[in-house]
C-alpha cells in the first residue's frame, strides 16, 4: 500500500507540475507583498485540490453518464498526457502558460493558479483516469486520494518557499528538471495507451 501511495503520489506530482508552474506564479503576483504571496499559494493550491478531489470522486459517474468506456478514455487521457510531455521536453508547455495568463486578474488564487496551471486539463484527466483504474476497490481509491492531498500539499510547500526566497530561484535548474519530469511522464503516458489497448482487447 505504501508503494502504491508513492507511486501515485509522483505520479500526480509530475501533472501538477508545481515546479514548472513555480516561475509563473512569481511574475503573477511580483506586485504583491510576501504575505499576500503566501495566502495567494495557500488559497491557489486548495481551490486546485477541490477541483481534482471532485472530478476524482465523480470521474467515473461522468464516463458512464456519457458512455465513455474506460479504454477509450484511458487512450485519450495517454494522448493528452504525451502531447504535454512533448511540450514540457521542447519547453513549450511554459511558454503556453506564459502566454495565456492574464496577469492582471484580480483573483489570481483561482486564474491562473488554481486553474489551469495547477488543476489543468492534464491533472484532471489523470485523476479521471487513475481512479477509473482502482475500479472499485475503495482503499485504493482513498490511497489515491490521500496522494492527491499530498500531492497538492507540497506544491503549496514550494509556492511558500518560492514566495519566502523568490530571488535564488534559477530559471534554468527548473528548465532542467522540467525535461526530465517530462520523459518520465511520456513514459507514463505511454503506458496508459499500451493499458487502454490491452483492456480493449480483452473485453
Same mark, same amino acid.
Given at each position: 500500500?505504501?508503494?502504491?501511495?508513492?507511486?501515485?503520489?509522483?505520479?500526480?506530482?509530475? !501533472?501538477?507540475?508545481?515546479?514548472?508552474?513555480?516561475?509563473?506564479?512569481? !511574475? !503573477?503576483?511580483?506586485?504583491?507583498?510576501?504575505?499576500?504571496?503566501?495566502?495567494? &499559494?495557500?488559497?491557489?493550491?486548495?481551490?486546485?485540490?477541490?477541483?481534482?478531489?471532485?472530478?476524482?470522486?465523480?470521474?467515473?459517474?461522468?464516463?458512464?453518464?456519457?458512455?465513455?468506456?474506460?479504454?477509450?478514455?484511458?487512450?485519450?487521457?495517454?494522448?493528452?498526457?504525451?502531447?504535454?510531455?512533448?511540450?514540457?521536453?521542447?519547453?513549450?508547455?511554459?511558454?503556453?502558460?506564459?502566454?495565456?495568463?492574464?496577469?492582471?486578474?484580480?483573483?489570481?488564487?483561482?486564474?491562473?493558479?488554481?486553474?489551469?496551471?495547477? &488543476?489543468?486539463?492534464?491533472?484532471?484527466?489523470?485523476?479521471? !483516469?487513475?481512479?477509473?483504474?482502482?475500479?472499485?476497490?475503495?482503499?485504493?481509491?482513498?490511497?489515491?486520494?490521500?496522494?492527491?492531498?499530498?500531492?497538492?500539499?507540497?506544491?503549496?510547500?514550494?509556492?511558500?518557499?518560492?514566495?519566502?526566497?523568490?530571488?535564488?530561484?534559477?530559471?534554468?535548474?527548473?528548465?532542467?528538471?522540467?525535461?526530465?519530469? &517530462?520523459?518520465?511522464?511520456?513514459?507514463?503516458?505511454?503506458?496508459?495507451?499500451?493499458?487502454?489497448?490491452?483492456?480493449?482487447?480483452?473485453?
Amino acid at each position: 500500500m505504501i508503494e502504491l501511495f508513492f507511486k501515485t503520489f509522483i505520479f500526480y506530482f509530475i !501533472v501538477i507540475d508545481p515546479i514548472g508552474s513555480t516561475p509563473i506564479f512569481l !511574475v !503573477v503576483t511580483e506586485h504583491l507583498e510576501t504575505k499576500e504571496k503566501i495566502k495567494t &499559494a495557500l488559497h491557489g493550491t486548495f481551490i486546485a485540490t477541490l477541483i481534482l478531489l471532485f472530478f476524482g470522486l465523480l470521474g467515473n459517474s461522468i464516463l458512464a453518464y456519457l458512455n465513455i468506456s474506460f479504454p477509450a478514455f484511458t487512450i485519450a487521457g495517454g494522448i493528452i498526457l504525451f502531447i504535454i510531455a512533448l511540450e514540457m521536453l521542447f519547453d513549450k508547455r511554459q511558454q503556453r502558460k506564459e502566454e495565456n495568463t492574464n496577469f492582471t486578474s484580480d483573483k489570481l488564487s483561482i486564474f491562473p493558479l488554481a486553474t489551469p496551471l495547477l &488543476a489543468g486539463p492534464a491533472a484532471i484527466t489523470s485523476v479521471i !483516469v487513475s481512479v477509473s483504474a482502482a475500479g472499485n476497490d475503495f482503499t485504493k481509491q482513498a490511497i489515491g486520494m490521500f496522494a492527491l492531498i499530498a500531492a497538492t500539499l507540497v506544491t503549496f510547500i514550494i509556492l511558500f518557499i518560492a514566495a519566502k526566497s523568490e530571488k535564488i530561484i534559477n530559471k534554468r535548474i527548473i528548465s532542467i528538471f522540467s525535461r526530465i519530469v &517530462a520523459i518520465v511522464l511520456a513514459g507514463l503516458s505511454v503506458q496508459y495507451i499500451l493499458d487502454g489497448i490491452k483492456t480493449f482487447m480483452s473485453i
